[in-house]
């Protein structure tokens, strides 16, 4: 019983998470801090969320990570993801706006 309680509680909080596109990478320097900070595009169904993104101090590989995908869980103020080692991390939203797709005939 035990077992199948836990299995639909990690399914119940995995429907939260949604696939996400980083679509744009952008520096973001403000005056107070010396370490370099990024805007982030994060596109979800139809809105693209800037988050604010402070990476480690050695790593600074957002800026090449445009195009790829993850998943994230949208809070009203923040995005939670999760590493490639399973520990999560919030980051603030910015600003959101609904996504602009131009559907050309081909």
């Given at each position: 019983?035990?077992?199948?309680?836990?299995?639909?509680?990690?399914?119940?909080?995995?429907?939260?998470?949604?696939?996400?596109?980083?679509?744009a990478v952008k520096p973001h320097h403000p005056?107070?801090?010396?370490?370099?900070?990024?805007?982030?595009?994060?596109?979800?169904?139809?809105?693209?969320?800037?988050?604010?993104?402070?990476?480690?101090?050695?790593?600074?590989?957002?800026?090449?990570?445009?195009?790829?995908?993850?998943?994230?869980?949208?809070?009203?103020k923040t995005i939670t993801y999760n590493d490639?080692?399973?520990?999560?991390?919030?980051?603030?939203?910015?600003?959101?706006?609904p996504s602009v797709e131009t559907n050309q005939?081909?």
């Amino acid at each position: 019983m035990l077992c199948l309680s836990s299995a639909v509680v990690f399914g119940q909080s995995s429907l939260n998470y949604q696939p996400a596109t980083i679509t744009a990478v952008k520096p973001h320097h403000p005056v107070w801090s010396s370490f370099d900070n990024y805007e982030v595009s994060l596109k979800v169904n139809e809105t693209v969320y800037v988050v604010l993104y402070k990476p480690p101090v050695t790593i600074d590989s957002v800026k090449y990570e445009t195009g790829r995908q993850l998943l994230v869980l949208v809070g009203e103020k923040t995005i939670t993801y999760n590493d490639i080692l399973g520990q999560s991390f919030e980051v603030p939203i910015v600003r959101r706006m609904p996504s602009v797709e131009t559907n050309q005939p081909k």
